[in-house]
């Protein structure tokens, strides 16, 4: 039997070692996780992973010195795929940071900062465990309970057009959007790969998960 590859996108900003090390823990012997910057190897993976963190300008730019943008907006497209932080972010339109850049554009939306002058007592970045109310049915949502704990380190959040593609949310002074899904692709805030047995169920339901 062939085995399934995953990819797990490296454009030089993403928490790489643990996600690929959670991921692996969780896939069974049919599953090979490979990290790569080869635009072609996410071309061929069965499954694409799309970690990172820090800034949505050198996010793009990498993406884009790499030539891994197009392969990764297709396969957002075509292919059970999964964001993880910055990785949801740069999927929107446009992001505010660093004045403003334009992004992927799989969501029509915006990536907007915090602002908490109302909620004092609050920080930024939004970091450390909080919950997520599953808003929509999700297959990668199996076997993790309402409202569990994710981990999170984010300035900014998404705000997608379409709301429908809301599936998930968090409050951190305001309720925002921290799951974006459509058709194949499911994109999260949080760092699942930080997240403790809610989030190894996650990757886990992710490795079985067809795209339907």
Same mark, same amino acid.
């Given at each position: ?17 643990? #996600? ?13 996780? =490979? ?12 499954? #694409? ?40 972010? #740069? ?19 915006? #990536? ?66 921290? =799951? ?33």
């Amino acid at each position: 039997m062939n085995q399934r590859l995953v990819a797990v996108v490296d454009y030089g900003m993403g928490n790489l070692r643990s #996600v690929s090390k959670a991921a692996e823990h969780m896939a069974d012997d049919q599953t090979r996780i =490979v990290v790569t910057q080869d635009p072609q190897v996410i071309h061929d993976a069965d499954s #694409v992973i799309f970690p990172g963190q820090g800034a949505a300008k050198a996010c793009m730019q990498a993406l884009n010195q790499t030539g891994m943008a197009e392969p990764v907006k297709l396969a957002a497209k075509e292919k059970p795929f999964l964001g993880i932080c910055m990785g949801l972010q #740069v999927l929107m339109s446009h992001s505010d940071e660093n004045s403003g850049i334009n992004c992927l554009d799989i969501f029509k939306g915006n #990536v907007t900062q915090f602002n908490l002058s109302e909620h004092p007592t609050l920080k930024m970045p939004h970091m450390g465990w909080n919950q997520i109310s599953q808003t929509q049915d999700h297959p990668l949502w199996h076997g993790i309970e309402q409202d569990s704990r994710f981990y999170y380190v984010h300035s900014y959040y998404v705000v997608p057009e379409d709301k429908n593609t809301i599936y998930g949310e968090t409050t951190h002074g305001q309720t925002f959007p921290a =799951v974006l899904c459509d058709h194949n692709l499911f994109a999260i805030q949080a760092h699942p790969e930080k997240s403790a047995d809610a989030g190894l169920q996650l990757f886990k339901n992710f490795l079985s998960w067809n795209g339907h």
